[in-house]
């Protein structure tokens, strides 16, 4: 896990009160959309997919001023985020959330530029490759969560822009593009 000290932080992640659900409507929907956006771009800059809400997640406590948010502030803030489409909880009991700083179709749009970019048009390639190949060294599908790539490639997939073929194992999966 990647440490706050890689990240700018904003000024209100040392204001003790915004640890703590505000009870007044309008400062706790302001207080709800700074740490949507704070949630978003610390998982994007660090790439991180999954937060579990009973796990150590490092936006969630602040040691400097002794603060840490509470599991229903946590829940909060995260449906928040599934609430705008940007996230989705992985079970009922909202103990982990998937992460989607770029939505599907962004993504599908990131992967259409990155086969042009790379004149890929008429390629192969594996699941794997496109996740940790060479060309994605240094791109934004470098490492992305396998279950956020499927789903951008089936939904790339469904509009013909590609074929996904499977293998004999997860390790082989094949897309062939045509875009």
Known sequence: MQKLADF?????????????LQPVRDTREKQIQLWK?????YCKSQKIFLIGVEEDFPLFSNSAIDRSLSHEAKETF????????????LDKG???????????????????????????????M?????????ESHGTELQGIDRTILMRALK???????LALFKG???DDEGVKFSV
């Open 78 to 89: 995260l449906s928040a985020i599934v609430g705008e489409g940007r996230a989705e909880w």
């Open 126 to 134: 594996t699941v794997e490759e496109i996740r940790s190949g060479t």
């Open 8 to 20: 700018k932080l904003p000024q209100f992640f040392n204001y003790p009160p915004y640890f703590t």
């Open 168 to 170: 004999t194992s997860a």
């Open 94 to 124: 909202h103990r982990k959330c998937l992460i989607l700083w770029h939505r599907i179709q962004d993504w599908a749009d990131i992967i259409l530029q990155f086969v042009r970019d790379n004149g890929l048009e008429d390629s192969v």
């Open 37 to 41: 956006e704070l949630i978003l771009d």
């Open 155 to 161: 939904l790339l997939e469904n509009k013909g822009k």
